[in-house]
């Protein structure tokens, strides 16, 4: 089964900026649909972007369009959240998670990875103060 560990999470002022890493192991998925969610204390887990195999597509949450970046290396085995201009909104555990695909599968949103994930990770939290 794939296995997933978060780690680079921290605290950090208001305007700064941490990159989340997941690294990814027993991954034997010709495709997939990966991605990043989080949840604070008393809110609903919230989906932040994916990406799918290959980053043929990336879907981010409209409260972090433009400040934050789903990305991955192949080479090794992980997957990455860089978060700039952070706000204390952000705070919350980040989970990393994800889901392999059929081949002709190319469904990869948030929604759609929020229903569908089967693997995820123990969580990493980002504390970010005003």
């Known amino acids: 089964q794939m296995q997933l560990v978060e780690s680079g999470g921290g605290s950090v002022q208001a305007g700064g900026s941490l990159m989340l890493s997941c690294a990814v192991s027993r991954n034997n998925y010709s495709n997939y649909c990966m991605g990043w969610f989080r949840q604070a204390p008393g809110k609903e887990r919230e989906g932040v972007a994916v990406?799918?195999?290959?980053?043929?597509?990336?879907y981010y949450a409209d409260s972090v369009k433009g400040r934050f970046t789903i990305s991955q290396d192949n080479s090794k085995n992980t997957l990455y959240l860089q978060m700039l201009s952070l706000k204390p909104e952000d705070t919350a555990m980040y989970y990393c998670?994800?889901?392999?695909?059929?081949?002709?599968?190319?469904?990869?949103?948030?929604?759609?990875?929020?229903?569908?994930?089967?693997?995820w990770g123990q969580g990493t939290q980002v504390t970010v103060s005003a």
């Open positions: 998670a994800a889901v392999g695909l059929p081949p002709w599968d190319t469904l990869c949103t948030i929604p759609a990875l929020g229903v569908r994930a089967k693997y």
């Open positions: 990406i799918r195999r290959g980053g043929f597509s990336t």
